[in-house]
């Protein structure tokens, strides 16, 4: 049973036009990540959360925002997608007393049309 | 800076051959090393970890302070361990409150029949 879901597993959106990733976890894991992957490209961390602290990567860029409104779920919002922004988006979560493993889900690729 | 180096994008060995993924890191302190494996359509998940010096589906890891490596090996390649592979250090954010795990450019492994 997948325990890191991401929804939807495809989307496409409009230059310009803001678009929202979900993901949620049935593993009550108290840290989420954010991850971008280019094609061909290692994953990039955007972001993460512990709990509800928020933890940004210095080179994320603004148009990149995200929130967590309890434990099971975290969005990522793309404000204004650029051709740039096309990627495959990875969520993670790890649980606090595990320091190494983390959990991903199958992620949402998306394309900025 | 802190990063890690995976030297080779491709590696190529036929099945029953030696193998060898190399990974160079360049950390202050001792971090913690792991190597995450994304096969074909596969979520990426984590192979093995340093600290645990185990062997995964016959593969092992030593870090090597001496050299700051911490290559991937196999001695039997098989055809179902062609997969990317990525080289993660794991160190605690020093600027924030959590540990983050970050990803080398990856090795994707051919094994050929």
């Known amino acids: 049973d997948a325990m890191v879901i991401q929804n939807p597993r495809y989307q496409v959106t409009q230059f310009g036009k803001p678009v929202t990733l979900s993901c949620s976890q049935t593993?009550?894991?108290?840290?989420m990540y954010w991850y971008q992957q280019k094609s061909s490209q290692a994953p990039k961390l955007l972001f993460h959360y512990y709990d509800k602290d928020f933890n940004n990567e210095a080179d994320t860029p603004d148009n990149f925002q995200s929130r967590r409104p309890n434990t099971s779920f975290c969005f990522l919002d793309i404000r204004s997608p650029g051709l740039g922004d096309a990627a495959m988006y990875l969520c993670a979560t790890r649980v606090e007393w595990a320091n190494e493993k983390l959990f991903f889900g199958s992620g949402t690729q998306l394309s900025v049309l | 800076a802190q990063r890690v180096t995976q030297p080779e994008k491709l590696l190529s060995v036929f099945k029953g051959a030696p193998v060898e993924l190399k990974c160079n890191y360049s950390?202050?302190?001792?971090?913690?090393l792991f190597w995450y494996v994304q096969y074909s359509r596969q979520r990426l998940q984590l192979l093995l970890r340093h600290i645990s010096r185990e062997s995964i589906k016959g593969f092992t890891a030593d870090l090597n302070k001496g050299e700051t490596s911490f290559h991937l090996k196999k001695p039997f390649a098989q055809e179902e361990d062609s997969a990317m592979y990525y080289c993660?250090?794991?160190?605690?954010?020093?600027?924030?409150?959590?540990?983050?795990?970050?990803f080398g450019k990856g090795t994707l492994l051919t094994v050929n029949p």
């Open positions: 593993l009550n894991h108290n840290v």
């Open positions: 993660a250090p794991y160190k605690f954010n020093s600027g924030g409150s959590n540990y983050k795990l970050t």
């Open positions: 950390y202050s302190g001792s971090p913690e």
